[in-house]
C-alpha cells in the first residue's frame, strides 16, 4: 500500500481558514446561513468549520447541523454492509435559509445526490451550496460540482482518500492511499 | 453498537432473533422515530419493493401500523383480508400465497389463527416473512415495540421487572414479550386466574403470580392484555364481573401503590375490564407511546429485512 499525503500540519489549517473566509464573503455574519454536515465524516468537518468560522467573526451563533442520508442512499440493496444509520440533528428551520452542505470528500457526488434529497425533507431552502475538503475530479457519476473546495486531487478508483482529525484521530491529515497491485 | 445485519431472513418469532438483532432494530427505530416525526415522513429506502399484507384474522392497529410503516418507506402495498376473498371458497394458504407471489412480491406480512404459519410459509415461498401474529404462538412485532417503549419510557430494559397481567393462556403478546423482555435482560412475571395462566409457563422462567396487588407491587412496568373472549371456547371465569374485581386496574388500586408504575396495553382495550379509562388515559400510561413507536419499529424491521439481499 502507497501512501500520498495531500494535506497536513500548517497547510491543512490554512486551507480551513481559506474556506471560511470564502464562505464569509458569500454570507456575511451568517444570520441567514446554516452549516450543515454530512453523516458521520462530514459533521466533523462541519464543526471545525463552525469553530473557525466562530473566532474570525465573534460570533457564537453560527448554526449548524448533521445530516443522515442512509435512507435516501440509491444503492440499499446493491451493495453488502453499511446498512445503520446515524443520527439527525438539525435543530432549526430550514426553510428560506442558505444551506451550506458540508463534506469532507467528494467522489461520485451520490452521497450530495441523496443528502439533496434528505435534506428537502427539513424544508425548503431558499439556496443549497456545496463545501468539500477534498475533491476527486473527474470521477462524478452525476453531474454535482463544489462551491467551494479545499484541494483537488485527480485519482483512480482504484485509490481510497482517507481523511484523519485531530478529534478523533489524533492528528489533521489527508493521504491518498494506492493499491500497488492494481 | 450492534452488528449490522439481522441474523434472520424472516420475522417469525423472537425466539428465533438474539439479542444483537433486537438492539439492532432499536437503534434503527431510534432513526425512523425522527422520521415519522418530520414535516416529511416518507423516505425512498423500500421504493423498489412490494410488500403484501395477508391478514386471515381481524385486526386494526396492527394492519394499520404495518401498512404506514410500509408507505412512510415508499413500498408497495397490496392488501389482502381473507373475510373478502376465495379463502372463503376453499382455497389453500399456499395456493392463496403463490398466487399473491405470482404478481412479484417481495415480502408478506401475515396474520393467521393458526400457531406456526409464517414458519410453514417461509419454507414452502420465496418471499420474505413477517409474522403479524400467528394463532396463540407469536407476535414479534408487538413485543418489539413493547419493549422499545419501556427502554424509551425507562431509559434501559435491562433489571426492570415487569409483570404481564390477564389472559397468558390465548396471548401470542405474552409469550412474545417474555422472550424479549427475557432476551434484554428483564424480569418477568405473568398474573392471572389459575384457569388462563398455562400449567408449565414456569418452564420459561417467569414468576408466576395470582394476586393482582402484590404483582402490581413488585413490578416497574404493567403490561394489561386484554381478555380474549373470541378464544375462549370454555368458561374460564365466572363472570367478566368478576375478572374486572380481581384482575382489573382501576385509580384507587394504582395510587395506593408503594411506587409509581408503568401502565401498558397492547390494544384493543376493553374499557372497565382489564382496565378502567381514567387509567387508560392517565399520565402512567404509555398506550398510545406503544401505537406510535409500533410504526417506527415496524419500519426498522422491514428496512433490516429488505436489506439482506437474496
Known amino acids: 500500500m502507497q501512501k500520498r499525503t495531500l494535506l497536513d500540519g500548517k497547510k491543512f489549517q490554512i486551507t480551513i481558514k481559506r474556506l471560511c473566509h470564502q464562505l464569509i464573503e458569500n454570507h456575511n455574519d451568517f444570520s441567514n446561513t446554516v452549516l450543515i454536515g454530512i453523516q458521520p465524516r462530514g459533521s466533523y468537518f462541519a464543526d471545525r468549520i463552525k469553530q473557525e468560522l466562530s473566532e474570525i467573526l465573534k460570533n457564537k451563533t453560527i448554526r449548524k447541523g448533521n445530516l443522515d442520508i442512509t435512507f435516501f442512499r440509491d444503492d440499499f440493496r446493491r451493495k453488502d454492509g453499511i446498512v445503520s444509520a446515524n443520527s439527525n440533528t438539525i435543530d432549526f428551520i430550514i426553510e428560506g435559509c442558505n444551506v451550506v452542505l458540508i463534506d469532507d470528500v467528494l467522489w461520485t457526488g451520490r452521497t450530495i445526490r ?10 425548503r431552502p431558499a439556496k443549497v451550496e456545496l463545501l468539500v475538503l477534498i475533491d476527486r475530479r473527474f470521477s462524478r457519476h452525476v453531474p454535482i460540482e463544489p462551491d467551494y473546495i479545499g484541494h483537488q486531487v485527480d485519482s483512480l478508483d482504484s485509490q481510497m482518500v482517507k481523511v484523519s482529525w485531530k478529534e478523533t484521530e489524533g492528528e489533521d491529515k489527508v493521504i491518498l492511499l494506492s493499491d500497488r497491485n492494481k | 453498537m450492534a452488528a449490522e445485519k439481522l441474523s434472520t431472513r424472516h420475522l417469525l418469532g423472537i425466539k428465533d432473533i438474539t439479542l444483537n438483532d433486537i438492539e439492532l432494530i432499536f437503534e434503527t427505530a431510534d432513526n425512523f422515530k425522527g422520521v415519522i416525526n418530520r ?16 391478514f386471515f384474522e381481524n385486526s386494526t392497529r396492527t394492519k394499520l401500523s404495518f401498512e404506514l410503516a410500509e408507505k412512510r418507506l415508499s413500498a408497495d402495498v397490496i392488501n389482502f383480508a381473507a373475510s373478502s376473498s376465495s379463502v372463503s371458497k376453499g382455497e389453500t394458504l399456499i395456493d392463496t400465497v403463490n398466487n399473491i407471489l405470482a404478481m412479484k412480491v417481495d415480502m408478506v406480512v401475515m396474520r393467521h389463527p393458526y400457531a406456526g404459519a409464517g414458519v410453514f410459509l ?6 420474505q416473512i413477517v409474522n403479524a401474529g400467528d ?27 415487569v409483570v404481564i397481567v390477564g389472559d397468558i393462556l390465548h396471548s401470542r403478546v405474552a409469550i ?3 422472550l424479549c423482555l427475557q432476551k434484554l435482560g428483564a424480569e418477568v412475571m405473568v398474573c392471572g386466574p389459575t384457569t388462563l395462566i398455562p400449567k408449565h409457563i414456569g418452564s420459561l422462567g417467569v414468576k408466576v403470580e395470582h ?17 380474549q373472549l373470541e378464544r375462549q371456547d370454555i368458561k374460564y371465569f365466572p363472570s367478566l364481573r368478576e375478572y374486572a374485581m380481581m384482575y382489573g386496574l382501576n385509580k384507587q388500586i394504582l395510587d395506593n401503590l408503594d411506587k409509581e408504575i408503568i401502565v401498558m396495553h397492547p390494544g384493543p382495550i376493553n374499557r372497565g375490564v382489564e382496565i378502567t379509562s381514567d387509567v387508560a388515559d392517565s399520565k402512567q400510561s404509555i398506550i398510545l407511546d406503544q401505537v406510535e413507536n409500533g410504526v417506527a419499529i415496524r419500519m426498522a424491521v422491514l428496512y433490516l429485512l429488505a436489506s439482506q439481499r437474496d
Request: charged share 25%; proline share 3%.
Open chain 1, 114 to 123: 441523496a443528502a439533496l434529497d434528505a435534506l428537502l425533507a427539513f424544508g
Open chain 2, 39 to 54: 414535516t416529511i415522513k416518507k423516505v425512498p429506502s423500500l421504493r423498489d419493493i412490494t410488500i403484501a399484507n395477508i
Open chain 2, 122 to 127: 417461509s419454507k414452502h415461498i420465496n418471499a
Open chain 2, 135 to 161: 394463532g396463540a404462538h407469536e407476535h414479534p412485532t408487538q413485543a418489539l415495540l413493547d419493549a422499545y417503549s419501556i427502554r424509551e419510557k425507562l431509559g434501559e430494559v435491562r433489571g426492570k421487572k
Open chain 2, 176 to 178: 412474545s414479550n417474555i
Open chain 2, 211 to 227: 394476586d393482582l396487588i402484590k404483582a402490581l407491587n413488585w413490578c416497574d412496568v404493567a403490561n394489561m392484555l386484554r381478555i
